[in-house]
């Protein structure tokens, strides 16, 4: 069994993104906006984040969850441009992509916030009829399995229309344990990883040809 660890498909918010975007609750998609910010990853053994050739940087780090994410929920992502900046283990970039079926793309990709600044996750979704928007901010984030904090008790899902604005509250952030059990439940034959290989790939993929349309300052297709 091998099930890549995309670990958005497994938090709450972003499950109940998608199924109100799979629903047509805001109408046809026409653009996503989403960001993941976060101080230098400090957890690498011989900080081999810092090492390009190693993490692939950014791009491979953080936003190829978002770029996983919106593969997944609104279609395959098929042109790619990106940009970023870097300096003394400090990283920030921008993507600006686009789907099959011609849905916009917006990511920011950060490596360079303070310490003291929570990580932060942030998506919206554009649509003919309505917005819809999620945002995290919680330093627990990465905290274990077993704190007694989680990162969701304030996760808070806004749907805007023309006659009212939705709210759904998330409570219980159990998508590591969530995540860990369905690992379990493959490996026994009760269930299919959520994420497969070759969508996982494809992830790889679009991040490497954003690190590559940094290098050439071009449009990159994802083939």
Known sequence: VFMPAHITRYMKPYIKLRERILQDDIG????I???RLSSFPDCGSQDWFSDYN???????????????????????????????????????????AQSKNDVKINIEASWAQPRTRPFTMEFEAVGSEGSIQY???HSEFKQGLNSSNTDSSEDVIKI???CNVEKDSLSGNDAWELQLKEFRDSIYGHTTP??????????????NAANKSVETNKYESIK
């Open 33 to 35: 906006t989403a960001r």
């Open 135 to 137: 945002r995290q901010r």
């Open 160 to 162: 805007w229309n023309e």
């Open 54 to 96: 190693k993490s692939g940087g950014v791009f491979l780090d953080m936003a190829i969850h978002d770029l996983d994410f919106v593969n997944w929920t609104i279609g395959e992502i098929n042109k790619i441009n990106a940009s970023k900046i870097s300096d003394n283990h400090t990283e920030n970039g921008m993507i600006l």
């Open 28 to 31: 046809n998609i026409y653009s």
């Open 194 to 207: 959520r994420t497969s290989i070759e969508e996982s790939v494809q992830a790889i993929k679009i991040a």
